[in-house]
């Protein structure tokens, strides 16, 4: 079955009448006046006489084409720009003949501030000095902002990047510098080589004061980290993930890398977390650059699985690219299990596919919703395909793809990837092509068990009654309209016991199956399965009391199932605190944050005397592990422990209102040492407390933060303040002096603040149409994702819901209605619970 639209009666798409094969691309920005000339050439195929052809060209001025075939030389009429379709249309006096020919095009446009196509970007460096950059994003569709071309992942081609820049600038594109050369006035020429055949959302050209790291060599490939002037300190750790990576994919793949080498690009303002273009990789600088001695292992481990994501993609969308964009979440999806399998070879102590459930909570969280979505769908516009960038397409694909991984074994499924590669290397396919070669490795009907999870929305249930297990939908509501959620699929499942044994595969096919499971049976076996399960009362109860037996993952799903079911009314908050009493010996960061989500639910439901009884839950499950912790790491603890004392230190300083943790998070506050896993936990915790001040304090070390990773901390700290006038005055703030990369972000989470929160809302929608016209595409979702926290008042709730339908935005309107039924499933968690919690809570703690 195939989600892509025919390409004859798709309107967005480019007519295969003239196909590129080469570009010699020649720009020359302006950054003092924002604006950039630039001229093109470009080989092409003529597949049909004709007059009149299109290629992409948006938010540029165009000049009439020439174009030379067979010692002949046509010119068009001026071309016809369509700002819908966003293409250009040029017409010539005669038929053109088909074969080979050469097409000319001029052409000039702005360096926009939009954060897409050809922009700029601007920084502040150690010494006080603004400086002004240009560079370039193209994804999904933007390279036709920048330069005319037929901007389609099928077209790919050959790119040969000329730039002409000011002599003191650095300029850096996909592929090595060539030559060299003087313009005289104070401007050179710089000319790339021309890169291997790909397609044009990859194309990268980066113009600025930039400095790069020296070469290191990593699996026969030059690899540089690139920064803004004076930040090569914070590159090591960057530079030596990205060693790691290229040579565990070049192994993984059997394939080297195609490119002449790697540069890792940080760029000041950039809307994304990072970009793939081949052998220029762009990213935020948060996701690049680190200093290792001060962040925490989030902050490292961030980095790492970034620089992963974008090399794997090396591979997996660059040397092999979808057909269309329907395609986009295999790419996304593969890059992120890519990252997590390259990140536990990388450190393995950190157990990264533990660390991956949280992530896959949230993707349960939104494919539990009858607005859900199936991971493939069909894509017309380019507003349709910037909607797919989503939880779904990366984190719910990302966790199909592992559940086969593990159902197929990881050595079938590494040998069917490879076959993928060799046979379509350089090419375009379709998912299908993937399931093929996962075939001919497995001999497993891979296609039919996948297209139950990749082309309709949701999830199964599956239910444990002593051998027999059955599925059902799971929703988190009933049906009372339309529902994207599907209705059965092919269920790999995982079984075994906890009195011994080999754990065994099963498909479960159909509504039902046996398997000789037991009362210590565990369905779900290491925790790879995309589904919830609900056991048995009796069932429950005897892995219950075998907590300690299950693996970690697996614990951490049970803790997730009941979570679910909390959230559906089979289960209680109690219930999951009762459960929680046997994690107090255990480092488990997933596990606990199950934990720590319900704690923080309940403080939205209950009112102040609830809240009091809260914070005795709060010492009774995290007091005894803060008591085994403490404040200070010691020698060989684990990577889980540091993030365990965090999590614990934060929670008891903030809903658990412990005196002691609150003053000594104050007391290093104001002596200013934050560093290490507690460094986000002590700035809650002081912003808790509402001192005077401590918002100012913030303000002025973000301004001078050393690192990107503290001037994020110190921005957003405020939001964690429950006083009103001070989250208005950081909302007004995102407008004026932050980042609009960060802007979007910073008021989402204001949004999320239990007391401020509502106002700032308020405040949000009277501004909206001022905000998606200011901030980057699609990143106005950030801001409405904190309403998923309205929980405690139905009526706004509603005012909220209805708000958001009738101003959508522009691309990603269906993410936000997710948000709006994730912000409903918690009214109606509230309502179910409100009369009865503080009750519970009471007689948990007797």
């Not at 967005?12 to 604006?35: F, G, N, Q």
């Not at 060299?180 to 397609?199: N, Q």
């Not at 993928?420 to 001999?443: I, K, Q």
Request: charged fraction near 20%; proline fraction near 5%.
């Amino acid at each position: 079955m195939s989600t892509t639209p025919d390409i004859e009666t798709n309107p967005y798409r480019l007519s295969k009448v003239v196909i590129p094969s080469a570009y010699r691309l020649r720009l020359e920005p302006d950054l003092a006046t924002a604006t950039f000339v630039g001229s093109v050439e470009i080989d092409v195929d003529v597949n049909e006489r004709i007059r009149t052809f299109a290629l992409n060209a948006v938010e540029l001025e165009v000049s009439a084409a020439s174009l030379e075939a067979g010692g002949r030389s046509w010119t068009s009429s001026a071309p016809v720009l369509d700002e819908q379709f966003e293409t250009a249309s040029f017409t010539f006096d005669e038929e053109l003949p088909v074969g080979p020919a050469t097409l000319r095009l001029s052409f000039n446009g702005l360096l926009n501030d939009q954060l897409h196509g050809f922009y700029r970007s601007t920084f502040v460096d150690g010494d006080g000095v603004s400086h002004t950059i240009a560079t370039t994003q193209f994804e999904a569709t933007d390279a036709r902002r920048a330069f005319p071309c037929w901007d389609e992942p099928a077209f790919k081609a050959t790119f040969q990047v000329t730039l002409a820049i000011p002599e003191n600038l650095a300029a850096f594109s996909n592929t090595n510098e060539e030559t060299s050369r003087s313009l005289g006035g104070g401007r050179r020429e710089i000319a790339f080589s021309p890169t291997v055949v790909m397609s044009t959302y990859l194309v990268a050209f980066v113009v600025g004061p930039f400095e790069a790291s020296s070469v290191t060599m990593a699996a026969g490939t030059p690899l540089r980290v690139v920064y803004p002037t004076g930040k090569g300190h914070l590159a090591e750790w960057a530079m030596e993930a990205a060693v790691h990576a290229l040579k565990f994919f070049s192994d993984y793949f059997a394939l080297p890398y195609v490119g002449d080498k790697i540069d890792l690009v940080a760029i000041p303002d950039f809307a994304a977390g990072a970009m793939e273009n081949l052998g220029c990789v762009t990213f935020r600088e948060t996701e690049l650059l680190i200093d290792r001695a001060t962040a925490s292992h989030s902050e490292l481990e961030r980095v790492v699985l970034v620089v992963n994501h974008e090399l794997a993609h090396m591979w997996f969308g660059d040397l092999v690219t979808m057909d269309w964009w329907e395609g986009i979440w295999l790419n996304e999806a593969f890059a992120t299990f890519m990252e997590s399998l390259c990140t536990d070879a990388f450190r393995p102590e950190w157990k990264k596919w533990v660390g991956f459930n949280p992530e896959r909570d949230i993707a349960f969280a939104v494919d539990g919703q009858h607005s859900t979505r199936p991971i493939e769908y069909e894509v017309v516009s380019p507003n349709d395909c910037r909607g797919m960038f989503d939880v779904l397409t990366y984190v719910k694909g990302c966790a199909v793809l592992r559940m086969l991984e593990q159902y197929l074994g990881a050595d079938t499924f590494r040998d069917g990837i490879r076959l993928y590669l060799e046979r379509h290397a350089y090419a375009n396919t379709v998912t299908a092509d993937l399931w093929s070669a996962l075939e001919a490795a497995s001999g497993e009907p891979v296609g039919a068990i996948m297209d139950t999870w990749i082309l309709q929305g949701g999830h199964p249930l599956i239910s444990v009654d002593g051998d027999v297990i059955t599925q059902e939908p799971f929703s988190y509501a009933p049906t009372e309209g339309p529902s994207n959620i599907g209705n059965t699929w092919k269920v790999p499942v995982l079984a075994r016991s906890l009195d011994g044994g080999a754990t065994t595969a099963h498909l479960l096919d159909g509504p039902s199956d046996t398997i000789a499971l037991g009362q210590a049976g565990v369905v779900n076996a290491g925790g790879s399965g995309f589904y919830r399960t609900a056991y048995s009362f009796e069932h429950l109860a005897a892995i219950a009391a075998r907590l300690d037996e299950l693996d970690e993952l697996e614990r951490a799903v049970l803790f997730s199932d009941t979570w679910a079911s909390i959230l559906v009314g089979r289960s209680s908050f109690v219930d999951l605190f009762t459960l929680a009493e046997g994690l107090a010996g255990l480092d488990e960061p997933s596990t606990w944050d199950v934990v720590v989500k319900a704690v923080a639910l309940v403080n939205r439901i209950v009112d102040e005397p609830g809240r009091v009884l809260l914070a005795g839950v709060v010492h009774h499950l995290f007091g005894p592990v803060f008591a085994r912790l403490g404040w200070e790491p010691v020698q060989g603890e684990t990577t889980q422990a540091g993030e365990v004392r965090a999590t614990v230190i934060n929670v008891l300083g903030t809903i658990g209102r412990d005196e002691s943790i609150m003053a000594e998070a104050a007391q290093r506050f104001d002596a200013g040492l934050l560093s290490g896993d507690l460094a986000d936990a002590i700035v809650a915790i002081t912003m808790h407390q509402h001192r005077p001040g401590d918002v100012a304090v913030c303000e002025e070390r973000r301004k001078s933060a050393p690192t990107p990773q503290d001037e994020q901390r110190y921005l957003y700290a405020p939001a964690g303040t429950d006083d009103v006038d001070v989250a208005m005055e950081v909302f007004e703030r995102a407008f004026d002096d932050v980042r609009t990369q960060d802007a979007p972000y910073l008021i989402g989470v204001l949004v999320r603040n239990r007391v401020a929160g509502p106002v700032v809302w308020k405040a949000m929608s009277e501004r909206w149409a001022e905000a998606i016209e200011r901030f980057p595409m699609g990143s106005p979702v950030a801001m409405a994702a904190g309403v998923v926290t309205f929980a405690s008042d139905p009526e706004f709730a509603l005012h909220v819901r209805r708000f958001h339908e009738e101003n959508p935005v522009p691309a990603g309107q269906q993410q936000v209605a997710q948000i709006l039924d994730l912000m409903d499933l918690n009214v109606s968690v509230a309502q179910r619970n409100a009369s009865t919690l503080e009750a519970s809570l009471a007689t948990f703690l007797a």
